[in-house]
């Protein structure tokens, strides 16, 4: 039986808008997949009714191949640990 990776949608946080527009040159130009959404949303951390510290969560969703007509064989591979 055969499974091909359709698509994923993959959520991010980064600390800056500028690392925002970063990522999405990166994704946009990576030829393993097609980029078709990519949305952004700001969010902050409060204390005591004030703001101290700002952040980003990106949701970027990869096209890998067609629903109808996939064409290439993808795994997905996530590592053993996280490196700090």
Avoid: C, W
Wanted: no cysteine; aromatic share 14%.
């Amino acid at each position: 039986m055969n499974k091909y990776l359709i698509n994923d949608v993959t959520t991010y946080r980064v600390g800056t808008v500028e690392e925002v527009e970063q990522l999405h040159e990166e994704l946009a130009n990576n030829p393993m997949f097609q980029l078709t959404n990519f949305s952004y949303t700001t969010k902050y951390i409060k204390e005591k009714g004030e703001i101290v510290e700002e952040y980003q969560i990106v949701k970027a969703k990869k096209v890998f191949n067609e629903e109808k007509f996939p064409e290439g064989d993808f795994y997905v591979k996530y590592g053993e640990g996280i490196e700090e």
